[in-house]
């Protein structure tokens, strides 16, 4: 068969792109491949701050759940039953308000906490930082040091490798799994979750558990500093509550540069040198992975661990402290003292923030102090709006929603007012358990003819007999035309 006929063309051969920039059709990747970071440990003031926030913040965290109060868990949200149980309170979805309340407080307290000394939170108190300090401890405790580490992960697949990598599997998986099964506790009894999970009974229940579970696994043991830098919003609006005056992690580069390697017995001044040695400790300490001498970056999560790395090699060569230290931009640029730089700490913004902050707070405590521990909604009977009934009366029927948010029994009185002859034609008291919520059936009667036709407001008062409780619900009685 011959070709067929028709103008030659010129075929290209595709020829695979070299991996080196000398090629000239060099394609860059649009994602640059992860290079896992091995955080060599570290001793000094702030890596103390690190675990001492650790230990706090899991004590009460793994701890909390297994405490009573009364009968019951302390600290208790059970979705099931639409109640919250904190120490003392009761609160049902009506008190919805206290937790917008309380989330505006944690963002005033993000908002203050950073315009003073940047990203304390995420350094410190972040769930995300304090179980990948954990996570990276038992790491550490299992696979040595951050150079043991290196060896291991570029070695070969040895018994005592796989012995290694397969223990710190099993701790990790079992801190993971304990940290999941203590958060769905929050929700579910935390004494009854655990039999139930022993009975392997509760399918949604082991469902949160290994889900929780696999987050904490996945985040701590792996994705580590990727979160921080990608997945955290945090790190990418930091910059708009910094300002110049904020106490940040700092590199005085007027003292370290021009950096070099050198003994320790010659006169480095003399030179030409700075106080940096250039020995990347603060490099290698750093669990986001980034150089604090190339300025502030927003993957800095404001641990100190660098400051710590620092001060230890300034006291082996015998040189001041401070290369690396929380400073501010101005004092750093014009060479403040530490009181100097405290004494802007009092600005506006912070004065501001302070302010509503402590606003907010006494606000909120002072509402829940005075908060009445009773709750009641009114819903009209939409099935008969309105009738007549025997003795001439004209009727509405209501469905009151009573909620005890107290731990004991309580006996309360219904009443209505708001009409002239207006009376409550159903049973007017009723008994409600300890911090139960029940719905009472309410028939309101009036003479028939002694109001003219429409919509007239009713009050209902509900009244805690032998207790101050009492609570006022507006409602409408309708009369027909």
């Known amino acids: ?59 009460v965290f793994y701890g909390l759940p297994w405490f009573e109060w009364g009968q019951r868990q302390m600290v208790l949200f059970d979705l099931g039953a639409r109640r919250f149980y904190i120490f003392g309170l009761v609160l049902y979805p009506q008190d919805f308000i206290y937790l917008t309340g309380l989330l505006i407080i944690s963002a005033l307290s993000l908002f203050l906490f950073t315009a003073v000394a940047g990203r304390l939170w995420c350094g410190f108190a972040c769930p995300q930082t304090v179980y990948t300090e954990m996570f990276m401890w038992i790491e550490h405790k299992i696979e040595g040091d951050r150079s043991a580490r290196l060896r291991l992960d570029n070695g070969p697949w040895t018994f005592e490798k796989i ?79 910094f300002d110049r005056d904020t106490l940040i992690v700092s590199y005085d580069v007027e003292r370290g540069e021009p950096r070099g390697p050198r003994n320790k017995t010659i006169d480095h001044k003399a030179k030409g040198l700075g106080d940096c040695i250039d020995c990347t400790l603060c490099v290698q300490v750093c669990p986001v992975g980034i150089d604090i001498r190339k300025g502030l970056q927003y993957e800095c999560i404001g641990c100190g661990l660098c400051v710590d790395a620092c001060n230890t090699v300034m006291d082996k060569m015998h040189y001041p402290r401070g290369l690396i230290r929380f400073s501010t931009q101005n004092g750093v640029a014009q060479r403040w003292s530490q009181s100097q730089i405290l004494r802007r700490v ?18 909120m405590m002072a509402s829940l102090v005075t908060r009445t521990p009773l709750k009641v909604d009114v819903v009209r009977d939409r099935a008969a709006l309105s009738r ?83 609570v006022t619900e507006k409602s409408v009685f309708l009369v027909p035309r």
């Open 1 to 59: 068969m011959k070709p067929p006929s028709g103008p030659a063309r010129k075929v290209i051969p595709i020829a695979p792109v070299a991996s080196d920039a000398s090629s000239e059709g060099e394609i860059v990747s649009l994602y640059e491949a992860q290079k896992k970071i091995y955080p060599r440990s570290i001793s000094g003031l702030f890596a103390r701050w690190r675990w001492g926030m650790v230990f706090l913040t899991q004590l």
């Open 163 to 241: 012995r290694k990598k397969f223990l710190k599997q099993v701790v990790w998986i079992t801190v993971a799994l304990w940290t999941g099964f203590t958060f769905v506790g929050y929700f579910v009894p935390i004494r009854e979750l655990g039999a139930e999970l022993l009975a392997l009974q509760g399918n949604w229940q082991i469902f949160w558990v290994l889900f929780y579970g696999f987050a904490t696994y996945g985040n701590a043991g792996y994705m580590r500093e990727q979160v921080c830098k990608y997945m955290c919003p945090y790190a990418r609006f930091q910059s708009a509550m």
């Open 346 to 363: 009092l600005r506006p913004r912070v004065l501001i923030y302070t302010a509503v902050l402590v606003a907010l707070c006494v606000g």
């Open 388 to 470: 007549i009934v025997a003795g001439g009366k004209l009727e509405n029927i209501y469905r009151l929603q009573i909620m005890n948010a107290t731990e004991g029994p309580q006996h309360y009185r219904i009443g209505a007012r708001g009409l002239d002859g207006l009376e409550v034609a159903s049973e007017a008291e009723v008994d409600i358990g300890p911090a139960e919520s029940r719905w009472v059936a309410v028939r309101l009667q009036i003479p028939y003819g002694s109001a003219p036709p429409g919509s007239h407001a009713v009050q209902f008062d509900v009244q805690a007999v032998g207790a101050a409780a009492h």
